[in-house]
C-alpha cells in the first residue's frame, strides 16, 4: 500500500521545500494543496479518514505548512476537529520549518548541559522559528524573554504562546542594537531568529556580556544574525562564550523533520507539533 502524504498548505503556492522533505523522509507520493484554511479544508480531510481501512490509515499522512504560523494553527485545528473514533490520520505540524528550526537549535544548545534556571533571550522571537524556540527554552526549565521592534507585536506573540502552550515569556520591545544589546543583559543563553540577512547584534554587543554562556544565531542568509557568529560554529569558544551557527543546527532541522515525516506512516494517530518535534531533535542531536 502505497505511503501517501497531503501537503495542506496556507500559502498559495505549496513549499516545495516540504514537498522534497517529505519525499526524502518516505513517503511514496505526495499531493500538495495550497490557499487552504479552516473553512475549505474539510473535504480534503474527509477524503483522508474515510477511504481506507482501520489497519491501513497508517499509510495515509497530513503535513501542515504555509508561511503564516497562526494560520496553520487555524488549519490544524479544523483538520484535528474533523478526525473522530478511528477516522484520523497523523499529522505534522511545521508552519515555515518553526517546529524543526527550535527544536534543532534548542536541541543544540540544551545537548550535554541543563538550561534550567538560566536566563534565556531569543531576539526577533516574535517569529515563527522565535516563538517555537521560546516555548522549548522555556520547556527546558529557562526563563525566557523575547523581543520584537513593536511590542504590541512582541506582546501579541507572548499572548499567543501562553494561550497555545501554557508558557509564560517576557515580551521586551527592542527596536535596534542598544536596545537588544541591553535586552541580553544579564542573560546566559541567547537565540538570534531574526528575519534572513538581518544583523541583529554587533559583534561588541555580545562579547563583552559577562553573563553570556550560549549565543546562537538561526540566520543562514548573510550577513550574519550575529556578527561573529560562524556559519558553520557548533559550539565553538569565543570570548569565554560557545558560538552555535545555523549551519550546526540545519543538517539537524533537515533530518528531524525527515524522521518526523517517517514516524507519521507508523501509526494512525500522531499529532507532531513542537514537544513531539522536539522529542525526534533530542533523539538525534549528537
Ligand atoms: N538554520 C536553519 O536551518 C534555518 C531554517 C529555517 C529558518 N531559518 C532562519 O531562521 C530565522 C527565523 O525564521 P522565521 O521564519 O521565524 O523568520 P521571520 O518570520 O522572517 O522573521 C523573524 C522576526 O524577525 C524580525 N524582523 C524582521 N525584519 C526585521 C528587521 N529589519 N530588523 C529587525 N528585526 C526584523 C521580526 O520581528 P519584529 O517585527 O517583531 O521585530 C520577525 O518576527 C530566519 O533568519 C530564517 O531564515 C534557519
Redesign the pocket.
Known amino acids: 500500500m502505497k505511503k501517501l502524504l497531503y501537503q495542506f498548505d496556507t500559502d498559495p503556492l505549496p513549499s516545495l521545500f516540504d514537498n522534497v522533505v517529505g519525499y526524502d523522509g518516505g513517503a511514496d507520493h505526495i499531493s500538495a494543496y495550497g490557499g487552504l484554511h479552516s473553512a475549505n479544508v474539510g473535504p480534503l480531510v474527509e477524503g483522508a479518514i474515510f477511504t481506507r481501512a482501520s489497519k491501513d490509515k497508517k499509510n495515509t499522512a497530513i503535513f501542515i505548512g504555509g508561511?503564516s504560523v497562526a494560520q496553520g494553527e487555524a488549519l490544524l485545528d479544523a483538520v484535528l476537529a474533523k478526525f473522530f473514533a478511528q477516522f484520523r490520520v497523523s499529522v505534522m505540524f511545521n508552519c515555515?520549518?518553526?517546529n524543526?528550526?527550535a527544536a534543532?537549535?534548542v536541541a543544540c544548545l540544551a545537548h550535554g548541559r541543563s538550561l534550567a534556571g538560566k536566563r534565556a533571550v531569543v531576539l526577533?522571537?516574535?517569529?515563527?522559528?522565535?516563538?517555537r524556540a521560546a516555548v522549548l527554552l522555556a520547556r527546558e526549565g529557562a526563563q525566557v524573554a523575547i523581543?520584537?521592534?513593536?511590542l504590541a507585536?512582541?506582546e501579541a506573540?507572548r499572548d499567543s504562546i501562553k494561550a497555545r502552550f501554557a508558557v509564560d515569556v517576557t515580551a521586551i520591545e527592542?527596536?535596534s542594537g542598544p536596545e537588544r544589546a541591553a535586552a541580553i543583559e544579564g542573560a546566559q543563553v541567547v537565540l538570534?531568529?531574526?528575519?534572513?540577512?538581518?544583523t541583529?547584534l554587533d559583534a561588541a554587543q555580545w562579547q563583552n556580556s559577562a553573563a553570556l554562556e550560549l549565543l546562537a544565531d538561526?540566520?543562514?542568509?548573510p550577513p550574519a544574525?550575529v556578527e561573529g557568529v560562524g556559519m558553520s560554529d557548533r559550539g565553538a569558544a569565543s570570548h569565554g562564550k560557545l558560538l552555535f551557527g545555523?549551519?550546526s543546527?540545519?543538517?539537524l532541522?533537515?533530518s528531524v523533520h525527515r524522521a518526523c515525516i517517517a514516524r507519521l506512516f507508523g501509526q494512525n494517530d500522531l499529532v507532531l507539533d513542537v514537544n513531539e518535534i522536539y522529542g525526534v531533535a533530542k533523539a538525534l542531536v549528537t
Do not use: D, E, M, W
Open positions: 508561511g515555515n520549518g518553526c524543526t528550526t534543532a537549535a526577533a522571537g516574535s517569529g515563527p522559528v522565535g516563538q523581543t520584537g521592534r513593536k507585536v512582541v506573540a527592542a527596536p538570534a531568529a531574526g528575519a534572513a540577512g538581518i541583529l538561526a540566520n543562514a542568509s544574525g545555523p549551519l543546527f540545519g543538517a532541522k533537515l
